[in-house]
């Protein structure tokens, strides 16, 4: 099993930017689907930006399209969320996911880094 740990959250004011990291031990990012989620107070989890092992498929959520980018470096096992022009409706716990290529659901989840946003 892939072990995942987040960082990069923080306090960052509207309009800011974020760059959100996941470093993967036991197991190598490339072989996986990799993605991210949120969950808001109160609210449910949310699929925020997700790709495919072969990279060859990438989703973003409408709330988040043209504003957050998600990357891969297979030199450092690690997957990335750059996000720009933050948003108060951005503030949740975000959580880096992976499955393998046969799971139907992501199975290895991080601990979470808080994102506030400050209107």
């Known amino acids: 099993q892939v072990q995942l740990v987040e960082s990069g959250g923080g306090l960052v004011q509207a309009g800011g930017s974020l760059k959100l990291s996941c470093a993967a031990s036991?197991?190598?990012?490339?072989?996986?689907?990799m993605a991210w989620f949120r969950q808001a107070p109160g609210k449910g989890g949310e699929l925020v930006a997700g790709?495919?092992?072969?990279?060859?498929?990438?989703y973003y959520s409408e709330a988040v399209k043209g504003r957050f980018t998600m990357s891969r470096d297979n030199a450092k096992n690690a997957v990335y969320l750059q996000m720009n022009n933050l948003k108060p409706q951005d503030t949740a716990v975000y959580y880096c996911?992976?499955?393998?290529?046969?799971?139907?659901?992501?199975?290895?989840w991080g601990q979470g880094t808080q994102v506030t946003v400050s209107s």
């Open positions: 036991g197991g190598t990012v490339s072989t996986y689907d």
């Open positions: 996911a992976a499955r393998l290529k046969t799971s139907v659901n992501y199975d290895n």
């Open positions: 790709f495919t092992s072969s990279g060859s498929k990438i």
